[in-house]
């Protein structure tokens, strides 16, 4: 499978934990991103990568939130000190350049 | 800023027949608009786009989208709905100066009955 692969699906931490999620992007593609689906709701951006470079970040991505893609390939999302708010589906997707943003199968997490 | 909204959270069709799904949207430039399909504990799957031409685009699965500028719209069709299209439909704009964020709908549950 080539596509966008998200590690790991399901993470169940508790409130105060930090967690970690990795993305592994299509091989080719040189952007990265990051968003978070809440229940019943559309995906949240939260920030996107070219190459390794940071270059955009939404307002949602809080102090606790950090995302990384040292080599400009796979890229981590860490939240520290999680919030039951925290809760949600975290998506990834990848692109080469502007072109259609393909996601991965996101990883869920739950805050108790 | 831009926006989504599909105004409808759920439209419900009998099989073989006809299928639209809505979805408007706002943007400052010039749009540009995708429609993704969600299926349960799956992440989003690419259907269509418009970009630029001709405003019936053609996408997988048998669906199609009509861009209508004046009336800032981007409904998803399908001519004859199959049981298997079920699932939870997104819309989404990337203004074209505004960098390269996807701006999401929140969503239309399409339920398609035998």
């Known amino acids: 499978d080539t596509g966008v692969s998200q590690d790991p699906r399901h993470k169940i931490t508790k409130r105060g934990q930090n967690v970690t999620f990795r993305c592994d992007p299509i091989?080719?593609?040189?952007?990265l991103y990051w968003y978070r689906q809440t229940l019943g709701q559309g995906p949240e951006f939260l920030t996107y990568f070219q190459n390794e470079a940071q270059l955009e970040k939404s307002r949602l991505l809080s102090d606790r939130f950090s995302a990384e893609r040292p080599k400009g390939s796979f890229s981590t999302l860490e939240i520290q000190r999680t919030e039951q708010g925290d809760s949600a589906m975290y998506l990834c997707?990848?692109?080469?350049?502007?072109?259609?943003?393909?996601f991965g199968a996101g990883t869920r997490l739950s805050v108790l | 800023a831009q926006s989504v909204a599909q105004p409808e959270d759920q439209v419900n069709v009998a099989e073989g027949n006809p299928l639209t799904v809505k979805c408007t949207y706002s943007?400052?430039?010039?749009?540009?608009l995708f429609w993704y399909v969600q299926y349960p504990n799956r992440g989003l799957q690419f259907l269509l786009k418009?970009?630029?031409?001709?405003?019936l685009v053609k996408g997988s699965y048998g669906f199609e989208a009509e861009f209508n500028k004046s009336q800032t719209s981007f409904h998803l069709k399908k001519p004859s709905a199959l049981v298997s299209d079920s699932a939870l439909y997104f819309c989404?704009?990337?203004?074209?100066?505004?960098?390269?964020?996807?701006?999401f709908g929140g969503g239309t549950r399409l339920m398609v009955k035998p």
């Open positions: 989404a704009v990337r203004d074209e100066g505004a960098g390269n964020m996807l701006t």
């Open positions: 943007v400052s430039g010039n749009p540009y």
């Open positions: 997707a990848s692109s080469l350049g502007s072109s259609i943003q393909y």
């Open positions: 418009y970009i630029t031409g001709d405003n």
């Open positions: 091989s080719e593609h040189n952007r």
